[in-house]
């Protein structure tokens, strides 16, 4: 015999408000997130089976983690536009928004509030990484704004789908919008031809391919010497025992009490023949020399990718945009009809 439901609604009906409003969160949220309506069919179905706790484990901390990231992003883009430094910048955050802002190999964690945790600026989007904040930054200095960020033109049929048929118009005003950005950004950049901008966007790939192979050989170079650097400074500090095993009389007792310094000293020769084969291993100083230049050529890259893969995303968001005004979508995308006197919005 089940549990009495704590309600005057009889449990039928209870259920059934309880998925038809939980159907109609999903829509909104699948509206944002591109996804299609049958999930939220699915997602109601699940809690009223269910329960909340079914319809997907950690939804809760999920949003709470969602909105935390949009906190941080509005805070970001409000300091950008008075900042003239990171330390200002830092210092903005921190005094008007509660948030953290701290460097590490030259890239950039944000501390919320009521999170434990930093939060990277790759986990918040490309506009969030310090190279890129400094690159807008400095445009603002130069020519008195930051640069807009363009975005991607929207098909009505997907919104009306997703939103409903009073969003039409709404979604064809803000493609009107978006593609005027777009041809600003066009003629700010210098490209004259359709050509070129195709030429650029198979450019931009490529080199975001060569920096982003330049940084992984780096990166595996930097755990190679980092490996060489542990395995130094095990065989520096435990090189007494093994000379003295070697002149041990009793070799079995003194490897029983020494165990493990002479395990980690084996481990270090070991390694260092493995990383430096035919050869002498450098010295201490020499190999963390090595590492401290390595890493600066790798903070050095990094930031070479990330003002690449923003300009990549700017100039490729461009071509699909001129790509949807060129290619006979407009009427999909702007809600235009082609006359013989211009295009006309519905």
């Not at 209870?14 to 949220?29: G, H, T």
């Not at 944000?110 to 445009?139: C, K, M, Q, S």
């Not at 118009?169 to 031809?193: H, P």
Request: overall charge positive; hydrophobic content about 35%.
């Amino acid at each position: 015999m089940g549990v009495p439901v704590p309600c005057s609604i009889p449990s039928s009906l209870r259920i059934e408000r309880e998925y038809w409003a939980q159907r109609r969160l999903a829509i909104r949220e699948a509206a944002d997130v591109g996804r299609d309506v049958e999930s939220a069919d699915k997602r109601g179905a699940e809690y009223a089976i269910h329960g909340e706790a079914g319809v997907r484990s950690g939804s809760a901390r999920d949003s709470r983690y969602q909105a935390q990231k949009q906190h941080i992003r509005s805070a970001v883009r409000a300091a950008s536009e008075r900042a003239v430094d990171f330390e200002s910048f830092a210092e903005i955050l921190k005094s008007e928004h509660g948030i953290t802002a701290t460097m590490s190999r030259g890239r950039i964690a944000y501390g919320h509030p009521d999170r434990d945790r930093n939060v990277t600026g790759r986990a918040l989007g490309i506009d969030f990484e310090w190279p890129v904040i400094e690159a807008n930054i400095r445009h603002r200095i130069e020519h008195g704004r930051i640069p807009a960020r363009q975005s991607l033109i929207s098909e009505i049929d997907d919104a009306i789908r997703a939103k409903g048929a009073a969003y039409k118009n709404r979604v064809a005003a803000s493609n009107v919008r978006k593609l005027s950005e777009t041809i600003s950004f066009l003629q700010e950049a210098g490209f004259e031809s359709r050509g070129d901008l195709d030429a650029a966007v198979e450019q931009s790939t490529k080199e975001l391919s060569n920096i982003d192979d330049a940084l992984k050989s780096k990166e595996a170079e930097i755990r190679r010497i980092g490996q060489a650097i542990r395995a130094s400074g095990g065989y520096l500090s435990n090189r007494g025992v093994w000379r003295a095993y070697r002149e041990a009389s009793n070799r079995r007792a003194f490897y029983v009490t020494h165990k493990r310094e002479l395990e980690e000293c084996n481990w270090a020769r070991k390694t260092l023949s493995e990383l430096f084969p035919g050869g002498k291993a450098p010295s201490l100083k020499e190999t963390m020399e090595t590492k401290s230049r390595l890493e600066r050529e790798r903070d050095s890259l990094y930031e070479r990718w990330c003002d690449e893969r923003h300009r990549h995303r700017e100039i490729s968001v461009a071509k699909s945009n001129v790509d949807a005004a060129l290619g006979g979508r407009m009427e999909r995308v702007a809600g235009m009809r082609m006359k013989r006197g211009g295009p006309e919005l519905e």
